[in-house]
């Protein structure tokens, strides 16, 4: 894992931790092994996973969903947690596959929110600046 120099009363030291595992510690000092006991658990970060839903963008147009025939209503949802930064879409508007909804940012990037299909928008759930979670509803599409 890491190697390490001491000198401790004018004696060098090559140590080289091997492993680690809770409060339990093994490393070989000057090529002797040993097996060393914490008096603390030494605590792991747990780093988060991102779960995103497979969407419709970076696939050709054709791939993407016809108009919204049939007059269901569509409704597009945050990809991530984030904050809302300019809301394009409005009430009313008419829009077709890939025209942009909004700009959200997320982990410190812009994202741009686009039509999964075509209609007219029929609600718009969010406003600049309005935190959002993600799978929060951010626009309906009929």
Known sequence: MK????????NNYAVK?????????TLEVNGTSY?????????TSKTPTLARRPTSVGQPKAAVKAPNAGGAVK???APLPGVIIN????EGDTVKVGDTLMTM???????TILAEVSGTIT???????QSVLQGD????IA
Do not use: H, S, W
């Not at 940012?105 to 994202?111: D, L, V």
């Open 105 to 111: 940012e997320a982990m410190k990037m812009e994202n």
């Open 123 to 129: 609600a718009v759930k969010v406003n600049p600046q």
């Open 3 to 10: 190697d390490y120099k001491f000198k401790i009363n004018d």
């Open 75 to 77: 409704k597009v949802e």
């Open 87 to 90: 809301v394009v879409a409005k």
């Open 17 to 25: 931790i091997k492993a680690a595992e809770g409060n339990e510690i």
């Open 137 to 140: 509803i951010l626009v309906e």
């Open 35 to 43: 097996v060393v006991e914490m008096e603390k658990e030494v605590k």
